[in-house]
């Protein structure tokens, strides 16, 4: 996985690309400190460039989003599409997750 | 296989090629299976036995006519207990250490290998490649790394359950742990095996539907037409419609 970050006045943009897994979980501790440490109102997370998810993927979502709400950070995830986009309808992730 | 055997016996000879592994450690191996291996490459199936841990080493040993890879990069002596028998039946499958099985893809390789090898369909091959994969996450997270998954459930657990992974991959004793993933093929079917060398469990676990963890075993249940715990909860057979 490969991830972009880009804060423009509290507005923090998320881009992610590649494959979205268990093997992200040191990296994608850096998406989790830039909302928590940051000043950030608002998250968006794009992605629309992530192939393939697993459940470890899943989780670290759903961490995103705690961390989010403890820090009062709108979270929204969007451009999700193929297997990942599978893979959040099978989580029931729309009643978790703010998805687009 | 000799046509003078006396005992009813359906399984080939393996043969065992080197990258990088050195001669008394090939040796070694060859001398503990010495029942089943020792033939030549061309006549019967083929192992990669290799050393360093390039990720194209995974393709090589999945291409035909091999039958499987082997990773021997310190002496161990449950090497190819459970990958040689296993080819020498028919079947293919790798041999790897739990931080090779982290960081490789293992699920991808598989997949698409079997896509050729065993004509998977496309759908088959998503479904086989996601269940491998979380079938490979718990072998090497709560099998060889033994970490404990509640963790994830929060941010300053996550923390710790990544420094933990992190450490555990360097020690031996945790990141050294060898993971099988042996496939084999017939009429309908692909089966796979992904084995760990750790304590085992018991028990489905109980998954709230916003826990961070624990949908791995759900998933390969909702993917697999046939889903088996055996050996205490250290191999996991999952069985797909080719």
């Known amino acids: ?100 | 296989m000799s046509k003078d055997t006396a005992a009813p016996q359906t399984a080939a000879r393996v043969s065992l090629e080197t990258a990088g592994v050195d001669g008394p450690a090939m040796a070694a191996l060859a001398e503990r299976h010495a029942a089943i291996t020792g033939a030549d490459a061309a006549e019967g199936p083929s192992v990669l036995v290799f050393a360093d841990n390039d990720a194209a080493r995974l393709d090589e040993a999945l291409a035909p006519p091999r039958m499987g890879g082997l990773e021997l990069p310190v002496p161990d002596p449950s090497a190819g207990d459970r990958l040689l028998p296993w080819v020498a039946q028919g079947g293919a499958g790798l041999s790897l250490t739990a931080a090779t099985a982290y960081r490789d893809e293992v699920a991808r390789h598989v997949a698409d290998a079997l896509v050729t090898r065993a004509e998977l369909s496309a759908e088959t091959r998503d479904s086989v490649e996601l269940a491998l994969q979380e079938a490979i996450a718990n072998a090497v997270f709560h099998g060889s790394l033994e970490v404990d998954p509640d963790l994830r459930d929060s941010a300053e657990g996550f923390k710790a359950f990544v420094e933990t992974v992190d450490a555990r991959l360097e020690q031996p004793e945790y990141g050294g742990r060898r993971v099988d993933v042996l496939a084999s093929w017939a009429g309908d079917t692909v089966e796979f095996a992904v084995l760990d060398r750790g304590p085992g469990y018991s028990g489905p676990p109980q998954v709230a539907p916003n826990a961070a963890h624990g949908r791995g075993l759900a998933l390969i249940a909702a993917l697999a037409r046939h889903v088996g715990v055996e050996e205490g909860g250290r191999r996991l057979v999952m069985r797909f419609q080719r």
């Open chain 1, 1 to 100: 996985m490969e991830f972009t970050t880009n804060n423009q006045g509290g507005e923090l943009s998320v881009q992610m690309s590649g494959r979205f897994t268990f093997s992200d979980q040191e990296k994608f501790r850096e998406v989790v400190n830039s909302v928590e440490e940051g000043n950030v109102n608002r998250c968006m997370l794009d992605l629309s460039g992530v192939e393939f998810i697993d459940s470890a993927g899943l989780g670290m979502l759903i961490l995103l989003n705690d961390t989010a709400g403890e820090k009062n950070v709108g979270l929204t995830v969007r451009g999700a599409q193929g297997q990942v986009r599978k893979m959040l309808d099978i989580a029931n992730f729309g009643s978790i997750l703010t998805l687009e």
